[in-house]
Protein backbone atom coordinates (compact mmCIF):
# COMPACT_ATOMS: atom_id res chain seq x y z
CA UNK A 1 0.00 0.00 0.00
CA UNK A 2 1.71 3.23 -1.48
CA UNK A 3 1.17 6.66 0.63
CA UNK A 4 -1.52 8.27 -1.51
CA UNK A 5 -3.55 4.69 -0.73
CA UNK A 6 -3.32 5.26 2.87
CA UNK A 7 -4.11 9.12 2.91
CA UNK A 8 -7.27 7.85 0.99
CA UNK A 9 -7.93 5.53 3.42
CA UNK A 10 -7.12 7.95 5.78
CA UNK A 11 -9.61 11.03 5.07
CA UNK A 12 -12.46 8.22 4.44
CA UNK A 13 -12.04 7.20 8.22
CA UNK A 14 -12.47 10.71 8.77
CA UNK A 15 -15.47 11.62 6.49
CA UNK A 16 -17.23 8.48 7.84
CA UNK A 17 -16.80 9.15 11.09
CA UNK A 18 -18.07 12.74 10.89
CA UNK A 19 -20.70 11.85 8.58
CA UNK A 20 -23.72 9.82 10.28
CA UNK A 21 -26.68 7.56 8.58
CA UNK A 22 -29.57 9.98 10.12
CA UNK A 23 -30.92 13.00 9.48
CA UNK A 24 -32.58 15.74 11.15
CA UNK A 25 -36.07 13.79 10.71
CA UNK A 26 -34.87 11.03 12.70
CA UNK A 27 -33.39 12.97 15.38
CA UNK A 28 -36.62 14.88 16.00
CA UNK A 29 -38.54 11.83 15.98
CA UNK A 30 -41.18 11.28 18.75
CA UNK A 31 -43.18 8.24 18.10
CA UNK A 32 -43.77 5.59 20.45
CA UNK A 33 -41.08 3.25 20.34
CA UNK A 34 -41.96 -0.42 19.61
CA UNK A 35 -41.30 -3.61 21.55
CA UNK A 36 -38.78 -4.68 19.20
CA UNK A 37 -36.63 -1.42 19.14
CA UNK A 38 -37.43 -0.72 22.49
CA UNK A 39 -35.28 -3.60 24.13
CA UNK A 40 -32.37 -1.74 22.29
CA UNK A 41 -31.99 0.90 24.75
CA UNK A 42 -30.77 -1.92 27.43
CA UNK A 43 -27.80 -0.45 26.41
CA UNK A 44 -28.18 2.01 28.77
CA UNK A 45 -27.55 -0.76 31.50
CA UNK A 46 -24.93 -1.82 30.25
CA UNK A 47 -23.71 2.08 30.04
CA UNK A 48 -24.71 2.73 33.54
CA UNK A 49 -22.49 -0.10 34.70
CA UNK A 50 -19.73 1.07 32.79
CA UNK A 51 -20.05 4.48 34.72
CA UNK A 52 -20.75 2.73 38.51
CA UNK A 53 -17.43 1.19 37.31
CA UNK A 54 -15.65 4.25 36.37
CA UNK A 55 -17.32 6.22 39.59
CA UNK A 56 -16.08 3.27 42.11
CA UNK A 57 -12.56 3.47 40.39
CA UNK A 58 -12.36 7.67 41.11
CA UNK A 59 -13.49 6.99 44.68
CA UNK A 60 -10.66 4.13 45.18
CA UNK A 61 -7.93 6.86 43.75
CA UNK A 62 -9.55 9.75 45.28
CA UNK A 63 -9.21 7.53 48.41
CA UNK A 64 -5.44 6.66 47.37
CA UNK A 65 -6.46 3.15 47.66
CA UNK A 66 -5.54 2.60 43.49
CA UNK A 67 -4.77 4.53 40.46
CA UNK A 68 -1.91 6.39 39.25
CA UNK A 69 0.02 5.39 36.51
CA UNK A 70 0.19 1.79 36.23
CA UNK A 71 -4.20 2.57 36.13
CA UNK A 72 -3.17 4.03 32.99
CA UNK A 73 -0.97 0.97 31.44
CA UNK A 74 -3.82 -0.96 33.04
CA UNK A 75 -6.77 0.51 30.94
CA UNK A 76 -4.83 0.87 27.91
CA UNK A 77 -4.44 -3.30 28.26
CA UNK A 78 -7.80 -3.63 28.89
CA UNK A 79 -8.91 -2.14 25.52
CA UNK A 80 -6.46 -4.54 23.89
CA UNK A 81 -7.77 -7.21 25.37
CA UNK A 82 -11.24 -6.29 24.77
CA UNK A 83 -10.54 -5.36 21.08
CA UNK A 84 -9.19 -9.26 20.86
CA UNK A 85 -12.21 -10.71 22.57
CA UNK A 86 -14.56 -11.97 19.79
CA UNK A 87 -17.97 -10.56 19.61
CA UNK A 88 -19.76 -13.87 19.96
CA UNK A 89 -18.14 -14.09 23.75
CA UNK A 90 -20.71 -11.64 25.04
CA UNK A 91 -20.66 -12.77 28.97
CA UNK A 92 -16.72 -12.35 28.35
CA UNK A 93 -16.79 -8.89 26.87
CA UNK A 94 -18.83 -7.34 29.06
CA UNK A 95 -16.94 -8.26 32.55
CA UNK A 96 -13.68 -6.91 30.38
CA UNK A 97 -15.67 -3.61 30.02
CA UNK A 98 -16.31 -3.23 33.33
CA UNK A 99 -12.69 -4.19 34.08
CA UNK A 100 -11.62 -1.63 31.24
CA UNK A 101 -14.28 1.26 32.57
CA UNK A 102 -12.88 0.64 36.18
CA UNK A 103 -8.93 1.08 34.96
CA UNK A 104 -10.13 3.88 33.07
CA UNK A 105 -12.04 5.25 36.56
CA UNK A 106 -8.46 4.54 38.68
CA UNK A 107 -6.29 6.64 35.95
CA UNK A 108 -9.04 9.44 34.75
CA UNK A 109 -7.84 11.51 37.83
CA UNK A 110 -4.28 11.18 36.84
CA UNK A 111 -5.00 12.18 33.18
CA UNK A 112 -7.24 15.34 34.11
CA UNK A 113 -4.75 16.57 36.43
CA UNK A 114 -1.92 16.08 34.36
CA UNK A 115 -3.10 17.50 31.24
CA UNK A 116 -5.52 20.16 32.57
CA UNK A 117 -4.74 20.60 36.22
CA UNK A 118 -7.85 19.64 37.78
CA UNK A 119 -8.25 18.10 40.72
CA UNK A 120 -9.86 14.57 41.58
CA UNK A 121 -12.82 16.16 43.47
CA UNK A 122 -14.01 18.01 40.81
CA UNK A 123 -13.51 15.02 38.49
CA UNK A 124 -15.34 12.64 41.20
CA UNK A 125 -18.26 15.36 41.40
CA UNK A 126 -18.68 15.27 37.21
CA UNK A 127 -18.37 11.27 36.98
CA UNK A 128 -20.63 10.85 39.58
CA UNK A 129 -22.95 13.27 38.07
CA UNK A 130 -22.79 11.73 34.69
CA UNK A 131 -23.78 7.91 36.68
CA UNK A 132 -26.73 9.69 38.19
CA UNK A 133 -27.85 11.15 35.31
CA UNK A 134 -27.36 7.73 33.27
CA UNK A 135 -28.99 6.05 36.19
CA UNK A 136 -32.18 8.13 35.76
CA UNK A 137 -32.08 7.87 31.40
CA UNK A 138 -32.13 3.98 32.22
CA UNK A 139 -34.93 4.03 34.36
CA UNK A 140 -36.96 5.90 31.90
CA UNK A 141 -36.25 3.91 29.09
CA UNK A 142 -37.28 0.66 31.28
CA UNK A 143 -40.97 2.01 32.80
CA UNK A 144 -41.90 4.01 29.18
CA UNK A 145 -41.69 3.41 25.20
CA UNK A 146 -42.94 6.88 24.99
CA UNK A 147 -39.95 9.01 23.84
CA UNK A 148 -41.06 12.41 25.19
CA UNK A 149 -41.39 11.25 28.38
CA UNK A 150 -37.74 9.45 28.52
CA UNK A 151 -36.04 13.11 27.09
CA UNK A 152 -38.52 15.07 29.56
CA UNK A 153 -36.90 12.98 32.59
CA UNK A 154 -33.48 13.93 30.88
CA UNK A 155 -34.89 17.58 31.22
CA UNK A 156 -35.93 17.36 34.36
CA UNK A 157 -32.33 16.12 35.34
CA UNK A 158 -30.87 18.99 33.64
CA UNK A 159 -33.23 22.11 35.32
CA UNK A 160 -32.02 20.08 38.74
CA UNK A 161 -28.06 21.01 37.95
CA UNK A 162 -29.16 24.24 36.60
CA UNK A 163 -30.83 25.11 40.73
CA UNK A 164 -27.39 23.71 41.82
CA UNK A 165 -25.06 26.04 39.63
CA UNK A 166 -27.23 28.59 41.16
CA UNK A 167 -26.99 27.28 44.63
CA UNK A 168 -22.70 27.28 44.42
CA UNK A 169 -22.99 30.86 42.60
CA UNK A 170 -24.80 32.00 45.79
CA UNK A 171 -22.56 30.68 48.05
CA UNK A 172 -19.80 33.12 45.98
CA UNK A 173 -16.75 30.13 46.55
CA UNK A 174 -13.41 30.04 44.86
CA UNK A 175 -14.91 27.16 43.42
CA UNK A 176 -17.61 28.40 41.71
CA UNK A 177 -16.34 28.50 38.17
CA UNK A 178 -14.87 25.31 38.44
CA UNK A 179 -18.68 24.02 39.31
CA UNK A 180 -20.13 26.08 36.76
CA UNK A 181 -18.49 24.68 34.10
CA UNK A 182 -18.38 20.63 35.83
CA UNK A 183 -22.38 21.45 35.86
CA UNK A 184 -22.34 22.56 32.04
CA UNK A 185 -20.65 20.17 30.84
CA UNK A 186 -22.99 17.59 32.38
CA UNK A 187 -25.80 18.88 31.28
CA UNK A 188 -24.06 19.21 27.44
CA UNK A 189 -23.75 15.67 28.04
CA UNK A 190 -27.09 14.58 28.97
CA UNK A 191 -28.11 16.52 25.89
CA UNK A 192 -25.83 14.22 24.61
CA UNK A 193 -27.36 11.09 25.30
CA UNK A 194 -30.22 11.75 24.11
CA UNK A 195 -29.21 12.05 20.90
CA UNK A 196 -27.24 8.80 20.52
CA UNK A 197 -30.26 7.54 22.12
CA UNK A 198 -31.92 8.53 18.37
CA UNK A 199 -29.06 6.90 16.73
CA UNK A 200 -29.67 3.80 18.78
CA UNK A 201 -32.75 3.71 17.92
CA UNK A 202 -31.87 4.33 14.06
CA UNK A 203 -29.58 1.59 13.68
CA UNK A 204 -31.57 -0.65 15.96
CA UNK A 205 -33.28 -0.94 12.54
CA UNK A 206 -30.78 -1.78 10.48
CA UNK A 207 -29.54 -4.84 12.60
CA UNK A 208 -29.01 -6.23 15.95
CA UNK A 209 -26.84 -3.54 18.53
CA UNK A 210 -23.88 -4.58 20.01
CA UNK A 211 -24.01 -3.73 23.63
CA UNK A 212 -20.36 -3.64 24.51
CA UNK A 213 -19.38 -1.28 21.68
CA UNK A 214 -22.33 1.22 21.81
CA UNK A 215 -21.03 2.20 25.96
CA UNK A 216 -17.38 2.74 24.02
CA UNK A 217 -19.31 4.65 21.53
CA UNK A 218 -20.97 6.80 23.85
CA UNK A 219 -17.45 8.43 24.67
CA UNK A 220 -15.75 7.67 21.33
CA UNK A 221 -18.49 8.96 18.98
CA UNK A 222 -18.98 11.86 21.32
CA UNK A 223 -17.16 14.71 18.74
CA UNK A 224 -18.58 13.09 15.41
CA UNK A 225 -22.38 13.02 15.93
CA UNK A 226 -22.49 16.34 17.99
CA UNK A 227 -20.79 18.18 14.84
CA UNK A 228 -23.33 15.75 12.49
CA UNK A 229 -26.25 16.84 14.73
CA UNK A 230 -24.63 20.75 14.40
CA UNK A 231 -24.66 20.65 11.09
CA UNK A 232 -27.99 18.96 10.64
CA UNK A 233 -29.32 21.84 12.79
CA UNK A 234 -27.65 24.80 10.61
CA UNK A 235 -28.47 23.55 7.70
CA UNK A 236 -32.55 23.23 8.84
CA UNK A 237 -32.52 26.97 9.81
CA UNK A 238 -31.02 27.72 6.41
CA UNK A 239 -33.82 26.06 4.71
CA UNK A 240 -36.26 27.78 6.95
CA UNK A 241 -35.04 31.31 6.30
CA UNK A 242 -35.18 30.05 2.51
Given amino acids: MNFSEMKDQAINGVKWYFNRNWNRDDVMNMDEI ?28 WISIAGGKYAVLSYVADLILLYLTPPERVNTRIIISMLTAYSF ?31 NLLYQAITTKDRREIYTGCLKYCVVIVFSIITFFLLETDTTLRMIVMHSVLI ?19 GDIDYVNCTFNVFFHFPGIMIHATRLYLQGEQQEEN
Fill in 34 to 61: SDELHSTLKVYLSLFCAMLSITCGSTLQ
Fill in 105 to 135: GSSVGFIFNYLFKVEQRFVLRLLVGITIGTG
Fill in 188 to 206: LFMGYLVIYSQEILYDADF
